[in-house]
T-cell receptor, first 113, second 114 residues
Framework: AQKITQTQPGMFVQEKEAVTLDCTYD???????LFWYKQPSSGEMIFLIY??????QNATEGRYSLNFQKARKSANLVISASQLGDSAMYFC??????????FGTGTRLQVFP | DAGVTQSPTHLIKTRGQQVTLRCSPK?????VSWYQQALGQGPQFIFQ?????ERQRGNFPDRFSGHQFPNYSSELNVNALLLGDSALYLC???WGWGGNTEAFFGQGTRLTVV
C-alpha cells in the first residue's frame, strides 16, 4: 500500500531564509507522482509543485523546489526566501496512475519576521 | 476562469440526518474526487467520478455515496450522519483518467455534526 510520511509536525523559519520540509513515501509502483500542497487557514488546498517518478531533474516552481531522491524514497520541499504569507500547513501527497491522492499528515510552517 | 467551487461552505447537521454537498469542477476538467479531512489530519480519499461513474473508492462505508452529472459537477451524499463525520470535505477536479495530473481543490465544505 502507498504511504506518505511527514515527520515534522511544525517548523519555524525566519523571513527571507530557506526551509526544507521533509517527506518520505512508500510504494511498489514504478510510475507515480509526488505533489506538494499548501493549505492556509481558509481550507483550500493550493498546488505548489509536482514531480513524476521518471523525471530525472528536480522540479522547480518559482521559490519552490522539490528535492527528489528516488533511491531514498524522499521528496522534500525546499522553500527559498520565505515570506510571512508562506505560513500555512503543507502536505506532501502521491498518486498512482489513477489520480487518487494519498496525503501525509502535514507540516505546519510558521514564518516569523 | 472559475476554479473549483463547493457549496455550502459551512453546514451544521444533527446525528442521523442526511447531507448533500456540491462541487463544480474547474472549467475543462472532467474528473472529480472527494476527500474528507478530519481536524489535524491529511485529506483521506473518499471516491472519484469520471464519465458519470464511480471509478475508485477509498475505505469509506456505503453511507457515503456520490453522483456526477453530464456537466461534470458532482454531489457527495452522506446518510445517517455520525459525530465522526464532522470534517472538512474537499472536492478536487482534474482532466482525464489514469495519469499523474494536477488536481485543483475547492475551498471545502466544513460539516459539523451535533
Amino acid at each position: 500500500a502507498q504511504k506518505i510520511t511527514q515527520t515534522q509536525p511544525g517548523m519555524f523559519v525566519q523571513e527571507k531564509e530557506a526551509v526544507t520540509l521533509d517527506c518520505t513515501y512508500d510504494t511498489s509502483d514504478q510510475s507515480y507522482g509526488l505533489f506538494w500542497y499548501k493549505q492556509p487557514s481558509s481550507g483550500e488546498m493550493i498546488f505548489l509543485i509536482y514531480q513524476g517518478s521518471y523525471d530525472e531533474q528536480n522540479a522547480t516552481e518559482g521559490r519552490y523546489s522539490l528535492n527528489f531522491q528516488k533511491a531514498r524514497k524522499s521528496a522534500n520541499l525546499v522553500i527559498s526566501a520565505s515570506q510571512l504569507g508562506d505560513s500555512a500547513m503543507y502536505f506532501c501527497a502521491m498518486s498512482d496512475n489513477t489520480d487518487k491522492l494519498i496525503f501525509g499528515t502535514g507540516t505546519r510552517l510558521q514564518v516569523f519576521p | 476562469d472559475a476554479g473549483v467551487t463547493q457549496s455550502p461552505t459551512h453546514l451544521i447537521k444533527t446525528r442521523g440526518q442526511q447531507v448533500t454537498l456540491r462541487c463544480s469542477p474547474k472549467s475543462g476538467h472532467d474528473t472529480v474526487s472527494w476527500y474528507q479531512q478530519a481536524l489535524g489530519q491529511g485529506p483521506q480519499f473518499i471516491f472519484q467520478y469520471y464519465e458519470e461513474e464511480e471509478r475508485q473508492r477509498g475505505n469509506f462505508p456505503d453511507r457515503f455515496s456520490g453522483h456526477q452529472f453530464p456537466n461534470y459537477s458532482s454531489e457527495l451524499n452522506v446518510n445517517a450522519l455520525l459525530l465522526g463525520d464532522s470534517a472538512l470535505y474537499l472536492c478536487a477536479s482534474s482532466w482525464g483518467w489514469g495519469g499523474n495530473t494536477e488536481a485543483f481543490f475547492g475551498q471545502g465544505t466544513r460539516l459539523t455534526v451535533v
